[in-house]
């Protein structure tokens, strides 16, 4: 056969020249797919260990360092009696290894997945495993490529077998002819074995000629039976020819296991990936191959790259917190993001608490929350919590969680999100705290609208006793009392002669007439005098029932009790009574049968107040002369509805939108806290309050809409 003189690229990084950790290393070639299974399943360690006890231990850049304190490895019993990957996401929450102590490179052995290597008739050949420090999760793409990888390392121990095979059977076939024994048995069960291996399997003799290969290297490249190799080079990709031919150069000037990757060229055929390793016979006795198409096992390796490099990139990158948590709260990975939000350095949070770091108001809550999400309750969680920074400062977040489920399997993690709401949550509490400020302001606006009615009616009904008092004042004045005393004296100084001067004297004779006219007078003064004290105490008394109902609302401010709706309408049209008679509004009362509501009366009486003060200044401002005002109270489905009716100068209809927002007033002298403030407590009760109005000069209707019962308030 023709010379063999190069052949392909190096597929894995060389093994280091450093002294293998075993006492009975593997070839480099197994080092090559020991750093392919750390790489491609993202595990700093991989390992093959042999039942003959042979191993190879490396990390995804070449054979571990000597020194370095290989595991006591207690998943081989359990991989071994695996048909599948044996993986355990989390040696320490696993109680069949919470005993067991494992390190390798200076830390402890967390994660571990691995698969028994066994021969096409199950004869068990060793294990091939890869380990972490981290608890990770072993995603299916990475069972699948631990599988290959498995195949590829049996491949290549039944190929070793094969060839030590038939390199005894040749180095002792010339003694078995010379002693005349036959041994063409053996030598068919030899060819049998390399003729039917399932990769490409080739052999160069000492003097560099090619002295076998194996069908399937013949089919790989095309070759027909009566075909040599001489120009397998041309079925390597052109980009790689130098490549190869460099390696292949190298391997000439120092023979040794060297693995080599490369592309055929897609103009021969279908353009495949293959993996190539060589070794040396002993003796001088040239080296012998094998290839494999690992064209599926580089795309898995390439896809899984890539969707490890757009995972990576996404969870980095991503503007909000992200984190994996098991069930106890630990986080086992977080990106820069969340790792940021609590201040501390990426990598920082990886195996703290969320508990920990869970403000502690906030921490029964959340648990109770994350228990129903891992018991199935819910399917995932949706709340708002407080993070203790690093500085010691409260984090609002919006915490979003769900557990991450593969197949059927039990779910052993949960991934949560989380978005900074602490700019909100401070806004939100300020709106709060300067809403209940401007509530606190209408409602004072609204007390000091029913208490300026109040001191109105007190002002009118104190003119009422001015003028009682000034009428009274009056009448003493005039009075003639004082000429009682004068005639008095004047028949005092009569002394004894008292009757002759009645009788005989002028002066005496019209004494009885005067004393007749000075009692009438004065009859008449004791009565005007009566009458105007009844008015006064009436007043006095109204003042005293006005200041009455103001304080008696007041204190029940805030408590509902049932009233009759009639009742408090009349209560309304009271503190108003005089500003009615002042500026001559003539009431219409339209009252139904009594409505009995369970309701705050002070929030209602101030509501109608102010609407009845409202249309009493619509009316004043209109100019009519027959003002009226008609209030209307008529039951509904859900309680009662209260009208006030006016005929003033009524609303503009660019106003109705804007009527009950808190400032807007169309009075000059108006606050535009009475219409908001009155819709705000119709709304605390349970009702509404609303405007209709034709336009202007047609007068408007204000309706307050009220329930029989109060509304049940929340429940924490």
């Known amino acids: 056969m023709n010379n063999k003189s190069v052949h392909p690229v190096v597929f ?4 280091p020249s450093e002294t293998a950790l075993t006492p009975n290393p593997l070839e480099s070639a197994f080092d090559g797919l020991a750093q392919l299974a750390a790489r491609m399943c993202n595990r700093p360690v991989a390992s093959i260990v042999l039942e003959d006890g042979g191993a190879s231990w490396c990390s995804a850049n070449g054979r571990l360092a000597d020194g370095t304190a290989t595991p006591r490895d207690p998943f081989a019993p359990f991989t071994a009696a695996c048909t599948d990957v044996f993986a355990v996401r989390d040696a320490r929450d696993d109680p069949r290894f919470r005993a067991a102590e494992g390190r390798v490179g200076g830390f402890e052995i967390r994660t571990y997945a691995g698969i028994g290597l066994r021969t096409s008739r199950g004869e068990r050949l060793g294990t091939l495993a890869v380990y972490d420090s981290i608890p990770r999760e072993f995603l299916p793409e990475q069972r699948a490529a631990l599988t290959l990888i498995a195949q590829q390392v049996v491949s290549q121990l039944e190929l070793r077998a094969a060839l030590a095979e038939r390199e005894l059977l040749s180095g002792t076939r010339a003694e078995l002819v010379n002693s005349g024994a036959n041994s063409g048995s053996d030598t068919a069960l030899n060819r049998a074995l390399l003729e039917s291996a399932p990769v490409a399997i080739y052999h160069t003799d000492g003097a560099g000629n090619s002295a076998y290969f194996n069908p399937a290297y013949r089919q790989l490249f095309g070759l027909k039976e009566d075909d040599d190799d001489a120009d397998w080079v041309q079925w390597v990709h052109p980009d790689d020819r130098p490549r190869v031919k460099s390696a292949w150069t190298d391997f000439g000037r120092a023979p040794r296991p060297m693995s080599f990757e490369y592309r055929s060229d897609p103009r021969k055929g279908a353009g495949r990936v293959l993996a190539e390793q060589v070794v040396p016979v002993g003796n001088g006795r040239g080296f012998v191959g094998t290839i494999t198409d690992v064209t599926e096992l580089i795309a898995v390796r390439d896809d899984l790259r890539r969707m490890e490099t757009l995972f990576r990139n996404t969870f980095e990158q991503a503007p909000i917190g992200i984190a994996y948590a098991d069930r106890w709260g630990t986080f086992m990975r977080c990106n820069a993001s969340f790792a940021e939000l609590l201040g501390y350095e990426p990598g920082g949070l990886d195996g703290l608490s969320s508990f920990e770091l869970t403000h502690e108001e906030d921490v029964g809550a959340v648990a109770a929350e994350i228990s129903r999400l891992w018991n199935g309750e819910i399917e995932f969680v949706d709340l708002e919590k407080r993070y203790v920074h690093k500085k010691g400062h409260e984090v609002w977040v919006r915490l979003t969680s769900a557990l991450i489920r593969e197949g059927d399997t039990a779910p052993e993690r949960a991934v949560e999100f989380v978005r900074d709401i602490t700019a909100t949550k401070a806004a939100d509490l300020e709106l709060e705290r300067v809403h209940k400020q401007l509530m606190t302001a209408s409602r004072q606006a609204g007390m000091a609208e029913v208490a300026t009615n109040v001191l109105h009616n007190v002002g009118n009904i104190l003119n009422s006793i001015n003028i009682s008092a000034s009428l009274v004042a009056d009448r003493v004045r005039q009075s003639k009392a004082g000429g009682l005393g004068r005639v008095a004296m004047m028949l005092t100084e009569q002394g004894a002669n008292v009757g002759t001067f009645l009788v005989s004297d002028e002066r005496g004779k019209r004494v009885p007439e005067y004393l007749a006219t000075l009692g009438e007078q004065l009859v008449a003064d004791q009565k ?45 049209l009271r503190l108003n009574a005089g500003a009615f008679v002042r500026h001559g509004v003539t009431l219409k009362r339209e009252y139904g049968e009594a409505l009995p509501i369970t309701v705050d009366k002070h929030k209602v009486l101030q509501i109608l107040v102010n609407l009845v003060r409202n249309a009493k200044y619509a009316c004043d401002e209109s100019g009519r002369q027959d003002k009226l005002l008609t209030l209307r109270v008529e039951p509904t489905e859900a309680g009662a509805r209260i009208s006030i009716i006016d005929n003033g100068v009524g609303i503009a209809p660019e106003n109705m939108g804007r009527l009950f927002h808190h400032g807007f007033t169309t009075r000059q002298s108006g606050h535009g806290f009475g219409l908001h403030s009155g819709a705000v407590a119709a709304q605390e009760l349970g009702g509404s309050l609303r405007a209709e109005s034709a336009g202007l000069g047609h007068g408007a209707s204000f309706i307050l809409e009220l329930p029989r019962q109060p509304p049940e308030t929340g429940r924490g």
């Open 528 to 572: 005007a005098t009566l009458t105007e004290i009844a008015s006064l105490r009436e007043n006095l008394e109204h003042i005293k029932e006005t200041v009455t109902m103001q304080q008696t609302y007041a204190k029940l401010c805030g408590v509902t009790e049932v009233v009759n709706v009639n009742d408090l309408v009349e209560d309304s």
């Open 12 to 15: 894995a990084t060389p093994a």
